[in-house]
C-alpha cells in the first residue's frame, strides 16, 4: 500500500461512514467476486494491536521480508525509520506485499516513538538486555510495538533507551544471532498466534477501520485506481 505520512487517519476521512459503505459497493463493481470475499474475510483478521518499528534496515531484501511477513501474520502497520539508509520495500521478496501493509517513514527513533505511545503502545525492543523477556512470555495485553535494528550493528543505544522493556527468541547454537527478517517472522508468529487465542485481547479493527482498508485495497486493485476512486467519491 503506499506510504502513509504519520498525520494521516484515511485517504476517505472526510466521508461519512454510510458514504464509506456506498463507495466501497461501487468500487466492488469493478473487481471480481472472489477478490471482495477476499477483502472482507481477511480485513475482518487484520490488526493495529501489534506492530513493527525498522530502525536503519540496510538490505531490500529484509525490508520486503519483513513486509511480506507482516502480510502473512496479518499485522497492519510498519513503521520505518530512515536515519541513514533509505527504506525500499520493492522487490520479489516482497511479492505484492506492500500493497496491502501500511508503512510510515520516520526520519529518527524518537518522531516514531513519540507517535506510537500517543497511540497507547508499549515500545519493546529486540534484543538480549539485562531486563530482557522471551519472546513467549512477553506480555502483549497492550498495543504492542517490536523495534528491529540495522542487519550488522541492531538498534542503536537511543532505541535502545527509548523501549520500554526488551524481549529475545530463545536460540541453541553457535550463531548469537538471527537475520532481522527471521528475527521477525519468528517473532510475529509467536505473538500474533498468542495474541488471537486470548479471548480478554481486543486486537482486531474497529469495523471503520476495516472499511478504510478494504478501501485502500480497491485502489491497489483497480486500474489507475487513485483516480477511479476518487471519482466514485464524488457520486456517493
Known amino acids: 500500500m503506499p506510504e502513509r505520512k504519520p498525520e494521516e487517519a484515511s485517504v ?56 511480506r511477513s507482516c502480510d502473512c501474520f496479518g499485522v497492519q502497520d510498519v513503521h520505518v525509520v ?19 501493509v501500511d ?63 526488551y524481549v529475545k527468541i530463545p536460540m541453541y547454537g553457535f550463531t548469537e544471532s538471527f537475520n532481522i527478517s527471521v528475527c521477525a517472522a519468528l517473532s510475529l508468529f509467536c505473538l500474533t498466534e498468542r495474541m488471537r487465542k486470548d479471548e480478554k485481547t481486543n486486537w482486531r479493527l474497529s469495523d471503520e477501520e476495516q472499511l478504510d482498508l478494504k478501501l485502500n485495497w480497491c485502489i491497489e486493485t483497480i486500474h489507475d485506481g487513485a483516480t477511479v476512486m476518487k471519482k466514485l467519491a464524488e457520486e456517493v
Not at 32 to 37: F, K, N, Q, Y
Not at 42 to 48: K, N, V
Not at 85 to 90: E, I, K, L, M, S
Request: proline residues 2%; aromatic residues 8%; contains cysteine.
Open 82 to 100: 530512515e536515519g541513514r539508509n533509505a527504506f525500499n520495500p520493492a522487490g520479489d521478496v516482497a511479492v505484492g506485499s506492500s500493497k496491502w
Open 103 to 165: 508503512y510510515y517513514r520516520y526520519q529518527n527513533i524518537h518522531d516514531a516513538y513519540a507517535r506510537l505511545r500517543a497511540q497507547g503502545y508499549r515500545i519493546v525492543a529486540t534484543l538480549p538486555h539485562e531486563n530482557d523477556t522471551m519472546i513467549g512470555d512477553l506480555d502483549i495485553s497492550r498495543p504492542t510495538a517490536l523495534v528491529f535494528g540495522t542487519e550488522l550493528t541492531g538498534l542503536t543505544q537511543e532505541a535502545i533507551d527509548g523501549a520500554d522493556a
Open 12 to 67: 476517505f476521512a472526510a466521508l461519512s461512514r454510510e458514504q464509506k459503505e456506498r463507495l466501497y459497493e461501487n468500487a466492488c463493481q469493478l473487481i471480481s467476486e472472489r477478490r471482495r470475499d477476499l477483502f472482507d474475510r481477511l480485513s475482518a483478521l487484520r490488526t493495529r494491536h501489534i506492530s513493527v518499528v525498522l530502525e536503519d534496515v540496510y538490505q531490500s531484501h529484509n525490508a520486503a521480508a519483513v513486509l
